[in-house]
């Protein structure tokens, strides 16, 4: 085996700058802040924390204001003298007034101010004082336009209530007229039915009578029976009994009669059936008629 050569340990060649610090080092070093962009940084912490602080404040005041969580009973009297809860108090006490007390409020401060620049010989008073003159006579011209349309509005309520009474007056009236026809109706109607059952009674008797004559007529002879009917003057009972009859046997008796009364019968038939008047008047209703009746009036009523 060949024999190895030895190689002589050579030192490595340090390069140019050595000495000098890591790129690293040297941009932590550029990094650091000077002392004024952290004096600003520290003024803008301390700005935003005071805005945050004041906002804090302001929205706690305005939920007292809306009631939506009073706090302004709990803050101590001795602070209530003081900036800036002096200030709140008034402004809280003077938008819970009335709106007619409030504008005498405003209109009272406006005038002590007026007062303070008389006595302090402000420069603007004449037109300070005619702008306070214009406001108080454009809030008289309000007040009256304000009350003038709510007269108005009274009136046209007023003038429709009338007319809805009128109404309901006419209505009432028209209703009792109403009430009183629908009863004549009733009774009309309970009268017809007291006339046409009255018939019906009258017609079922007679025609009941009329079948023991109808029988012994349909025992005799035509000629006979002619001979009867020519000297009975009604004729509209000849022609009941004959219609009882067979035909045949009353087709007969009409040829042996005189021509001129078995013409007449003959004519009856060609006549509407009536029934016949109504007997004497009854004090009664039949019960299904009154209930209907009742029934009726009780729904008008």
């Known amino acids: 085996m060949p024999e190895k050569k030895e190689?002589?340990?050579v030192e490595p060649v340090l390069a140019q700058g050595a000495n000098k610090p890591a790129p690293?080092?040297?941009?932590?070093?550029?990094?650091?802040?000077?002392?004024?962009?952290?004096?600003?940084?520290?003024?803008?912490?301390?700005?935003?924390?005071?805005?945050?602080?004041?906002?804090?404040?302001?929205?706690?005041?305005?939920?007292?204001f809306l009631n939506l969580y009073s706090?302004?009973?709990?803050?101590?009297?001795?602070?209530?003298?003081?900036?800036?809860?002096e200030q709140y108090f008034d402004f809280v006490q003077l938008h819970q007034l009335p709106e007619e007390e409030r504008y005498q409020q405003l209109m009272l401060q406006e005038q002590e101010?007026?007062?303070?620049?008389?006595?302090?010989?402000?420069?603007d008073l004449e037109t300070r004082a005619k702008s306070l003159e214009d406001s108080y006579r454009g809030l008289i011209r309000t007040q009256k336009e304000q009350y003038g349309r709510e007269m108005e509005e009274l009136r046209k309520q007023k003038e429709a209530l009338l007319l809805e009474q009128k109404k309901l007056t006419e209505d009432r009236a028209d209703l009792e007229k109403r009430k009183v026809s629908v009863d004549d109706l009733s009774n009309r109607l309970a009268s017809e039915t007291l006339n046409l059952e009255s018939s019906l009674i009258r017609f079922m008797e007679q025609d009941n009578r009329l079948?023991?004559?109808?029988?012994?007529?349909?025992?005799?002879e035509p000629k006979a029976l002619s001979t009867i009917f020519d000297e009975v003057p009604d004729d509209k009972l000849i022609y009941d009994i004959l219609s009882g009859l067979h035909p045949q046997?009353?087709?007969?008796?009409?040829?042996?009669?005189?021509?001129?009364k078995a013409g007449k019968i003959m004519k009856i038939g060609?006549?509407?059936?009536?029934?016949?008047?109504?007997?004497?008047?009854?004090?009664?209703?039949?019960p299904s008629l009154q209930n209907l009746i009742d029934e009726t009036q009780a729904n008008l009523r």
């Open 24 to 64: 690293e080092e040297q941009e932590q070093e550029e990094s650091q802040p000077s002392r004024i962009y952290l004096a600003l940084s520290r003024l803008m912490f301390l700005f935003l924390l005071g805005s945050l602080g004041v906002a804090i404040f302001l929205s706690i005041l305005t939920v007292d």
């Open 211 to 220: 079948d023991q004559v109808r029988g012994i007529a349909a025992q005799m």
């Open 7 to 9: 190689v002589p340990a």
């Open 270 to 286: 060609n006549q509407p059936l009536l029934l016949p008047e109504p007997g004497p008047s009854r004090t009664y209703v039949p």
């Open 113 to 123: 101010r007026f007062n303070r620049l008389i006595t302090e010989g402000s420069r």
């Open 71 to 85: 706090i302004r009973h709990r803050i101590p009297e001795n602070w209530r003298k003081t900036w800036p809860f």
């Open 249 to 260: 046997h009353s087709g007969k008796v009409l040829g042996l009669m005189d021509p001129e």
